[in-house]
């Protein structure tokens, strides 16, 4: 029997408020539900595969806060760590040996990292190694993939994925011409024009950033060969290859997508799992790069909460977890399980659906269409995955809210929530048909 998750009285009460207090009721777009219609559950509390809203509905979380919460939500081994971090302070603005201690780790387990700067979101992060890369080569171009996602950085609103994508605008008004005057946008997957890119502007390139599987568009892999040109032409250009793995940094692998694919990139972004659901983002790489930040170097870059202790505290508590129990094959496992359920609930409803997965985080695609890059992704029947959404979501299932996000699937999700997932997406695919 499934449960009816359908009641959002005050849910709907907060939202109205909220909406006359911030912009959209939300202080994150992709929030809001603009692209799925309806009002968006406010949260009272998680707990481990689950949340709670306001209305007394429980819902198996597919979301993970956007990615943070590997182990699910409270652990509690992330939850004494804070707490006993909170014993001594919360931020000092003065250096403390917690932020070492996860830059050793973040240091051991990402191979393109020999060092590191703490920052407190991903978009810091991209923004700053944008700035790094660019005062260490002394050149202006960026390349960047439609439909991926790298924070609200000017120079890269540009054909942006996630919630720009979702809302209808990848290239942001507000940001002016000369912002993104160097940025140079190209298809994700398209080695053909990669190569006339760097043909044509390879030594003016500073860097080329990417998602190293995508999230932004949805998921969406590389094909090996184009990550493989990819370093090839960076190493041979001088241009600084950049992989952002705020998403799949300590996601799809310890190392992330690089060490995965056994691609070294020569800076790379983290975020999400970092913190654990604490503000923190990071930035690192070759330490000859890396020598060019403040105050070793000139690239200026700083912040007030940069490294606090609380955040601290939570980031060497998820990555000593990470270590500790290794979660992968679990979450390959239990990610193939999902897959598989929805793409035979699909079937079973008669609905064209393409899945895009890399361990835990995958995406169902509503398209008969295999997706491989935004064009291909932006075939999906956008209509029909809102009304899939919400069949999910009022029977006990949170997806997030957008065709193009990556779902997460934690360690702690069982096999019970699976099966109760799919059998969700049955009822829901039959919903579509109606
Ligand atoms: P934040 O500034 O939101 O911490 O990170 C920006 C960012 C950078 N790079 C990648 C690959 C990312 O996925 C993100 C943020 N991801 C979105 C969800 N796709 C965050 C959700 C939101 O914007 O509320």
Request: glycine share 12%; charged share 15%; aromatic share 8%.
């Amino acid at each position: 029997m499934l449960p009816d998750t359908s009641k959002r009285t005050r849910s709907e009460f907060l939202f109205e408020r909220a909406s006359r207090l911030i912009p959209g009721g939300v202080n994150s777009p992709a929030r809001a539900f603009g692209a799925v219609g309806g009002t968006p559950p406010f949260m009272k509390r998680g707990e481990g595969a689950y949340l709670f809203d306001v209305d007394g509905n429980r819902f198996i979380d597919y979301v993970g806060s956007w990615g943070p919460h590997l182990f699910g939500h409270r652990h509690p081994a992330i939850l004494q760590a804070i707490e006993q971090a909170l014993i001594i302070g919360t931020s000092f603005g003065a250096p403390t040996e917690a932020e070492a201690e996860l830059a050793q780790l973040v240091i051991d387990m990402v191979p393109s990292v020999e060092m590191v700067r703490m920052v407190n979101s991903g978009t810091e992060a991209t923004m700053s190694a944008i700035r790094v890369a660019r005062g260490f080569t002394g050149r202006n171009g960026v390349v960047k993939f439609a439909g991926c996602y790298h924070g609200h950085v000017d120079s890269l609103l540009v054909a942006a994925g996630s919630g720009a994508l979702t809302l209808g605008c990848p290239s942001s008004p507000g940001v002016p011409p000369g912002a993104t005057a160097d940025t140079v946008v190209l298809p994700y997957n398209d080695c053909e024009s990669l190569e006339v890119a760097f043909q044509e502007n390879g030594d003016q390139l500073a860097a080329v950033i990417l998602e190293p599987v995508v999230g932004n568009m949805g998921c969406v892999i590389p094909t090996p060969e184009f990550l493989s040109l990819l370093r090839r032409l960076c190493t041979q250009h001088g241009t600084v290859l950049i992989f952002d793995e705020v998403m799949t940094g300590f996601r799809v692998a310890a190392g992330g997508a690089q060490q995965l694919f056994g691609i070294t990139p020569d800076m790379t972004t983290l975020g999400k799992i970092i913190g654990a659901g604490m503000p923190v983002g990071a930035y690192g790489g070759r330490a000859d790069i890396m020598n060019c930040v403040s105050p070793v170097g000139k690239v200026y870059q700083a912040g007030t909460l940069a490294g606090n202790p609380v955040a601290m505290a939570a980031g060497i508590a998820m990555l000593n977890l990470i270590r500790e129990r290794n979660p992968y094959p679990r979450l390959e496992q239990i990610g193939e399980k999902l897959a598989v359920g929805f793409q035979s609930a699909a079937s079973a409803a008669g609905v064209d659906v393409r899945i895009n997965r890399v361990g835990s985080m995958l995406t169902v695609f509503l398209t008969s269409q295999t997706v491989t890059n935004l064009a291909s992704a932006t075939t999906s029947d956008t209509a029909r995955f809102a009304r899939w959404f919400h069949g999910l979501l009022n029977r006990g299932v949170y997806l997030p809210c957008s065709q193009f996000e990556a779902l997460f699937v934690s360690a702690v999700h069982t096999d019970a929530d699976i099966d109760q997932t799919i059998a969700a997406a049955i009822a829901s695919f039959s919903d579509c048909n109606n």
